[in-house]
């Protein structure tokens, strides 16, 4: 098929932070690729978006590497090429270390670092065929924790880090850059039978020295930023989106 636009796929792209930089890239006329390992998820998100452009739905473990070939084959036969990758899946299990078991462990490091890791290795060749870019989504985790965190906390530092040695291999073909997150509000982007009109106090914006939570357009606008051509200079750099808090410092 020949390339017509520019294509992005997003890992992760059912729900939350994946879904609203879907419809974010839709509405900036790029055909987007939902990679989700939740079905459910992943068609509920194209029939939701499709109205915006084209989107497609591909069923993908980003830890298994013969799922991400497919995606990218796939991805490729469909749209005729990459030009951005969004590494956004993943998951977290949150329990004390001497509770959380190795296979637990090892299935937050698969998923959220491993398949960074596979995704970008399988979507480079094409990426720099198009000059493109690679967004890692890493989180304020990566430079500070809530307690019974280690697994999710270490994929985010490994994130981190992945981002500027990708940055330094794959450059100056394609550009690759990391934006942590910090609270960010999706009960209303999540799949229907858990979605859910979030309740924030007054506490929970107030304590942001921005004055307010989150949402989903923070980390799709930088995102957008980031991609843009007009910002080739920026590569290997990580962008912390949380409203100032971990800048703020809090005594008991």
Same mark, same amino acid.
């Given at each position: ?47 939701? #978006? ?49 509770? #959380? ?7 937050v490091i ?6 960074? &890791? ?24 990566? &430079? ?17 880090? #992945? ?60 995102? #957008? ?7 080739? &200079? ?12 971990t800048r ?5």
């Amino acid at each position: 098929m020949k390339k017509s636009k520019k294509t992005a796929i997003i890992t992760g792209g059912g729900q939350g932070i994946g879904k609203g930089t879907a419809k974010r890239l839709l509405m900036e006329n790029y055909n987007v690729v939902i990679a989700e390992i939740d079905k459910e998820a992943g068609q509920e998100t194209v029939d939701e #978006l499709k109205i915006f452009g084209d989107i497609k739905f591909i069923c993908c473990d980003v830890s298994k590497e013969e799922d991400v070939k497919n995606l990218v084959s796939q991805t490729v036969n469909i749209f005729g090429g990459i030009d951005v990758l969004i590494n956004n899946a993943a998951i977290s299990i949150n329990k004390p270390i001497t509770e #959380l078991s190795l296979e637990e462990w090892n299935r937050v490091i698969s998923i959220n670092l491993t398949g960074a &890791f596979l995704c970008s290795k399988y979507c480079a060749p094409y990426l720099k065929q198009t000059k493109g870019s690679i967004i890692n989504i890493a989180s304020t985790r990566a &430079f500070m924790s809530e307690k019974d965190t280690e697994a999710y906390s270490a994929s985010k530092g490994g994130i981190f880090a #992945l981002t500027h040695a990708l940055a330094v291999s794959l450059g100056p073909d394609v550009r690759v850059n990391c934006i942590s997150p910090g609270w960010i509000e999706v009960s209303e982007l999540k799949k229907q039978g858990i979605r859910k009109t979030p309740i924030l106090s007054e506490m929970d914006n107030k304590q942001h020295p921005a004055g307010r939570v989150g949402n989903v357009d923070d980390v799709a606008s930088m995102i #957008l930023f980031l991609i843009d051509e007009r910002n080739s &200079f920026i590569t290997g750099a990580n962008f912390i989106v949380d409203g100032g808090m971990t800048r703020k410092m809090i005594y008991v």
